[in-house]
């Protein structure tokens, strides 16, 4: 439950404190991510709880859906470094990035 996962790491922090991830993220919906195909023979990869318009499949998360999956937990100020517009636009399969989010 990733939601559920942010909000609690979310608890940790106080007013004006930042959580900063390192994430595999999909540049497109649905777009393969080559190191998934070691990920995907771990059960807990495989096994999530869907959550409608966040996530509906397995699998490393759109980063966009990473944008709603914070704000869901109560962040704020979501961003990522590199600018993935633009590392997408450079490197069609561009898929790593650090996320950046505030508690408010």
């Known amino acids: 439950d990733l939601v559920a996962s942010l909000r609690e790491l979310r608890g940790a922090l106080r007013e004006g404190g930042r959580i900063v991830?390192?994430?595999?993220?999909?540049?497109?919906?649905?777009?393969?991510?080559?190191?998934?195909?070691?990920?995907?023979?771990?059960n807990?990869?495989?096994?999530?709880?869907?959550?409608?318009?966040?996530?509906?499949?397995?699998g490393f998360l759109h980063w966009r859906d990473w944008e709603r999956a914070l704000e869901r937990a109560g962040?704020?100020?979501a961003r990522f470094v590199p600018d993935l517009e633009e590392a997408i636009r450079?490197?069609?399969?561009?898929?790593?990035?650090?996320?950046?989010a505030e508690v408010p």
Do not use: D, K, N, W
Request: proline share 12%; charged share 20%; no cysteine.
């Open 21 to 42: 991830l390192a994430e595999g993220i999909r540049p497109t919906p649905g777009f393969p991510v080559a190191i998934e195909f070691v990920f995907q023979l771990t």
């Open 75 to 77: 962040y704020a100020r």
């Open 44 to 58: 807990e990869f495989r096994s999530f709880r869907p959550e409608p318009g966040l996530r509906e499949q397995g």
């Open 90 to 100: 450079a490197y069609p399969s561009y898929s790593m990035a650090a996320i950046v």
